[in-house]
Every structure is written in structure tokens, then in C-alpha cells.
């Protein structure tokens, strides 16, 4: 499987690899969803339940991506076909590269909010003083036209990076800007100990209350760790394929899993002591980071300085996961159509473009256009997230723990027996029972049905 090795970029350090696989899981499912959905399923209860989830799920089933990557030296398509190559599972890849497009296409939008708030709020032009001001700021800001501006811009900024390349642009853009976003994580949390509500805060994230943990809590916490690792898509296989012979790919899993939920752990610590120290409901839902935090801003010493920093962090997250996304359908039209980087590249941001168009205009001249009672935004990101992305991780999983040879598994965990590694037992049980029905849980529990 390594014969093409030479013909394939790969990321030229392991703390790079490690840089870009993080900055594909940390976006704003990490500092975003994640605050509002432990929010709403009381704190502590839900982070133990996440945990468990990342650990039982999240991890196994990336090891399963990482595996099928490096050892195929292939896009999501392409892995599926070398490895199977008589039956029909490449197909399946053809899910991640549709839903790839419909989540780079409403993320945008919501990234493209992200940079107008940073650059408002540095020029002092956030006026959240009372919540009633905020939330009308807040239309203003994210309907009409403006997201259409906002979203070209920042797709220009994504495919800024993808034009450099899998090490001067992918590597380069994750070396420099993952650095900076643990560095303004630390300085919020560090921030955060001299509220008031710090206490408070940090007790409703750590302080599990037991009798909260219910079937509803424990899905949210499923449907969080594979939303916020980027499960299902075929990110982590894609950006595997770049992975050099010398690259752990258990310990490397196992890091880039701790640190991406330590993103959203942090994100807790920023969030719930601000919110605690106002008086302010943990409950606020999706409204929690553009509405109900620049207005905690607005009443903090240097709160323009913290708000602009604030935003900055979730644009680094955010086109740290575009740029990953975005990677899936570049790679399989290099390596399955034959494209040339640089026409790959431009086909795949047209396509994003438009979707983006679409997704942003349903804040505003398309609002009232509807599919199945859903807005383009809604629906790309209902039929991406509960759908597209369960399906693919189920069949991954059930691909990796049933048909594929053992003797493949354990080369690429042992490096071809120059390691050990003594996780290959409990990691194919994970992948045949464990995964698959939590994963068919989570997605009969996105529709509906339980």
C-alpha cells in the first residue's frame, strides 16, 4: 500500500500532522455547540458523558479513518476502492463528499459572522449594552446581503490556504494558527479565574449531578463527540493519506482527541464563569456566543480587546475545518479524476461558493424559500449533520471492524511490527459492536424516532 508514497504530498513534521488533524476536529462544534449543549443538559453531567463518548466512540472510530488513510494512500473514494476493491463501498465515499460541500457551505456563513463580529468589535462597533440592542445588532449583522459579503470573503481566505498546498499551505496556515488558538484559550481561561461567577461556573462543568444523566443527555453527548471530531466526512482519512511512514497512528489519535476536547473544555471554563458572573441562564442556546457574550463583553474592563480576541479564536477555528473539509473533494478530484492541484482546488471552491450563496441568501432575499419546511441553511446543515455524517461513520466503522484484514490493521498500528501495539483487540470489538450501535442511536435519535 506505500507505493505511491512518493507521488502523494505528505505533512513534512508529526507536530504537523498532529497541528492540522487538531484543526480539523477544533471548530465551532468545540466553541460553539459544545457551551450550549452542555447548557442546556446540565453542565457536568453532559462533559462526563461526552468524555465517555470521545473515549468509547470518538477514538476508535478515528483510528479506524487514520488506518484506512495512511495505509491506502487515498482519498475517501479511493480507500474504500483499494481496499474493497470487488465490492461496492467506495460509494459510501461519495456521502462524505457531498456533505462536505453542504457543511463548508452553511459553516461559512456562520464563519463569515465570526469575522465581521471580530472586525466590528475592534473598531468598537458593537453595541450589545442591553440584550434588547444585542439581538437587533445581531439581525443586522447576519441578514439581508451582508452574510453574502461576508461569506465570499472568507471562502477566498479558505481557498487562500488550499492553493499553498498540503505543507506550504494546509501545514503552514495549522503550525502557525493552532499555536495561537490554544495560546487566546489559555489567556480567556486564565481571565476567567478572576470573575466572580468562577466558581459557580466551573462547578456546573465539573460537578456532575448524576440524576441528570438521561437517555436525551447521553445522546447529545454521542452526537456532540462525533460532531466535534469531525467523524463520518472522511476528513481525518483524507488528511491521514499525508501521514508518513513514521507517524503513531494510536498515540496520534489518542492526542488529537484529548486536545480537541480540551478545546471545548476550555470553551466551558471561558463561558459558563462569564455567564454565571451576570446573573445570566447557561440555557441560552445557539444565541450563548453571538448575542449573550458581547453583551457580558461590553461590561468587562478591556472588553473590546477580550470580544475582538474572542472572534478571532473562533475564525482560526473555523477555517481550520473548512480547510480540512474542503481537502476531501480536492483529493479525490486529484486522485480520481485527474485533476491537477490547482484545478481541483478552484472546482471545489466554485462548488462551495455557490452552496455559500445559497446558504447566506437564506438570511435574507431567500428566507422565505423552503425544502421540506427548511431554509438552504437548514437543510444543508440537517441532512449533512444528522444524516450524511452518522451514515458515514457507521459504515466506516462496520467496514474497518468486519471486512477489513487484520493482518492490514495491525501493520499499519505496529508500523509493520516495529511497534506494539496491544489496543488491536478491544479496538476491533469497539468498531464492530460498540460504535455501529451508538452511532445507528445517534442517528435514529437526529430523526426523530427515539
Known sequence: MEKNTKERALFATKFGAIAATVGSSVGLGNIWRFPYEAGVHGGGAFLLCYMMCVLLLGIPVLCAEYCMGRGTRSN?????????????????????????????????VVAGWTMEYCISSLFGQLDFSDPVAGHNQFLVLTTG???????????????????????????????????????????????????????????????????????????????????????????????????????????TAVISSLLDSSVAIFAGLIIFPAVFSFG????????????????????????????????????????????????????????????????????????????????????????????CGMTFFGLFDYVSSNICLPVGGFICSVFVGWFVDKKFLKDQFTDDGLYKFRWLGPLRFALRYICPVAILLIFLNSLGII
Open 76 to 108: 475517501v473514494f479511493g480507500a474504500y476502492k483499494k481496499l474493497a476493491p470487488k465490492g461496492k463501498w467506495h460509494l459510501s465515499g461519495y456521502i462524505g463528499i457531498f456533505a462536505s460541500f453542504m457543511i463548508i457551505s452553511f459553516y461559512s
Open 280 to 371: 445570566l441562564s447557561p440555557e441560552a442556546g445557539p444565541t450563548l456566543v453571538f448575542e449573550v457574550l458581547p453583551n457580558i463583553f461590553s461590561h468587562l474592563p478591556a472588553g473590546m480587546f477580550w470580544s475582538t480576541l474572542f472572534f478571532l479564536l473562533l475564525f482560526i477555528a473555523s477555517i481550520t475545518s473548512t480547510v480540512s473539509m474542503s481537502e476531501i473533494s480536492i483529493s479525490f478530484f486529484c486522485d480520481e479524476k485527474k485533476m491537477s492541484r490547482k484545478k481541483s482546488t478552484l472546482l471545489s471552491a466554485v462548488i462551495a461558493l455557490a452552496g455559500g450563496l445559497l446558504c447566506a441568501l437564506s438570511f435574507g432575499p431567500l428566507q422565505d424559500f423552503k425544502i
Open 145 to 251: 446581503w451582508r452574510p453574502v459579503l461576508w461569506t465570499v470573503i472568507f471562502l477566498a481566505a479558505n481557498f487562500a490556504v488550499l492553493s499553498g498546498g498540503v505543507t506550504k499551505g494546509i501545514e503552514k496556515m495549522s503550525n502557525i494558527m493552532m499555536p495561537i488558538l490554544f495560546v487566546i484559550l489559555i489567556a480567556f481561561c486564565i481571565y476567567s479565574c478572576f470573575l466572580p461567577g468562577f466558581k459557580e461556573g466551573a462547578k456546573f462543568l465539573f460537578a456532575p449531578d448524576f440524576r441528570q444523566i438521561t437517555p436525551s443527555v447521553l445522546l447529545g453527548a454521542l452526537g456532540q463527540a462525533f460532531f466535534s471530531m469531525s467523524l463520518g466526512l472522511g476528513c481525518m482519512m483524507t488528511y491521514a493519506s499525508y501521514f508518513s511512514k513514521s507517524t503513531r497512528l494510536g498515540r
